[in-house]
């Protein structure tokens, strides 16, 4: 199977711990999104990376929040000092370049509960 | 700004029959796409079907099909032969081209056996 992953699938913090989401977008992909879905509500969008490259950050807080796509290895999205309101389900997307960029592929997601 | 609004929080519809969602949008842009996903109990975000807002023919995926206004700015989404394995959370989405998906808050499904 050749889709998104991401992992862990299921993440459990204490708050003031780091949670390190994973993503690997969909091979011949070069385009990773970040998004994060709160109980009951719609996905918003978080961040977008190509290799080496933050394209834009714009609904990703200021605080806390990094993401990073190396040229090597999976993109990452790392949140320090976790709080309760960080727990959510975090979804990572892919897209390939050039044509059909607007369509987005979805990984399983991770839900992050911080206790 | 782009917006996606979709106003039915909750509908239900009998298996082997028509539902229909209902979703409308807001954009300047004249060039777009659109899509619906929908995310079972799994919370897996499957893309169901996608409309190029160029393209006047209404996109039809076997039992899925939209019906897309463009003046009204509309996009909703015809399931026909309904089973039970379509329940599930459908979101309405907008991509004007560039990175960022929006999406609506969504409409539950229930499908009655």
């Known amino acids: 199977n050749a889709g998104v992953m991401q992992n862990p699938r299921h993440l459990v913090r204490r708050r003031g711990q780091e949670a390190r989401l994973r993503c690997s977008p969909m091979k011949g992909h070069s385009h990773v999104y970040w998004y994060r879905q709160l109980p009951e509500e719609g996905l918003k969008f978080m961040v977008y990376?190509?290799?080496?490259?933050?394209?834009?950050e714009s609904g990703m807080p200021k605080e806390r929040f990094s993401a990073e796509f190396p040229k090597e290895g999976p993109s990452i999205l790392r949140i320090q000092q976790v709080v309760r309101g960080d727990s959510a389900a975090y979804f990572c997307?892919?897209?390939?370049?050039?044509?059909?960029?607007?369509?987005?592929?979805f990984g399983p997601g991770t839900r992050l509960l911080v206790l | 700004a782009q917006t996606v609004t979709q106003s039915q929080p909750e509908m239900s519809v009998q298996e082997a029959e028509t539902v229909t969602l209902s979703c409308t949008y807001d954009?300047?842009?004249?060039?777009?796409?659109l899509f619906w996903y929908k995310q079972p109990p799994s919370r897996q975000m499957i893309l169901v079907i996608r409309q190029e807002a160029y393209k006047q023919q209404n996109a039809t995926e076997n039992r899925f099909s939209v019906n897309f206004q463009k003046a009204a700015k509309s996009f909703s989404l015809k399931i026909s032969d309904s089973q039970l394995g379509d329940a599930a959370m459908y979101f309405c989405a907008l991509n004007t081209g560039g990175f960022k998906t929006i999406f609506g808050a969504g409409t539950r499904l229930f499908v009655k056996a």
């Open positions: 997307a892919s897209s390939p370049l050039g044509t059909d960029q607007e369509t987005q592929y």
């Open positions: 954009t300047s842009e004249s060039d777009y796409y």
């Open positions: 990376l190509q290799k080496e490259n933050i394209i834009d």
